[in-house]
Nanobody, 127 residues
Framework: QVQLVESGGELVQAGGSLRLSCAAS????????MGWFRQAPGSEREFVAA????????YYADSVKGRFTISRDNAKKTVNLQMNSLKSEDTAVYYC????????????????????WGQGTQVTVSS
């Protein structure tokens, strides 16, 4: 069982930066590939970024590539999302997700494949 709690979402101006954090509970955090998803009003939840269990493999949505960076600290059981050059279209509720990994380099980029979800944190980018 893994519980996830996100933090760091707030109102920011376009062009600004935010750092989202996700704290996990449970003894086997390092066995889970981690990901960030987001959901804007009236839209489906969409993939943002993913990282493998060891952190050696990452994957980003085209819309955030070059602006967002995912990282994890297995000792602290945290995963972060550094968001730079924010745009109004980045406005959404951001969710942390965990998937029990079947290989060390695997990432999981669909919402349906995730095992656990956090409650979400609101990011609002004003233009």
């Amino acid at each position: 069982q893994v519980q996830l709690v996100e933090s760091g979402g707030e109102l920011v101006q376009a062009g600004g930066s935010l750092r989202l954090s996700c704290a996990a509970s449970g003894r086997t955090f390092s066995a889970y590939a981690m990901g960030w998803f987001r959901q804007a009003p009236g839209s489906e939840r969409e993939f943002v970024a993913a990282m493998s269990t060891s952190g050696t493999t990452t994957y980003y949505a085209d819309s955030v590539k070059g602006r967002f960076t995912i990282s994890r600290d297995n000792a602290k059981k945290t995963v972060n999302l550094q968001m730079n050059s924010l745009k109004s279209e980045d406005t959404a509720v951001y969710y942390c997700a965990a998937k029990f990994a079947t290989c060390t380099g695997c990432t999981y980029r669909t919402a349906a494949s995730q095992d656990y979800w956090g409650q979400g944190t609101q990011v609002t980018v004003s233009s």
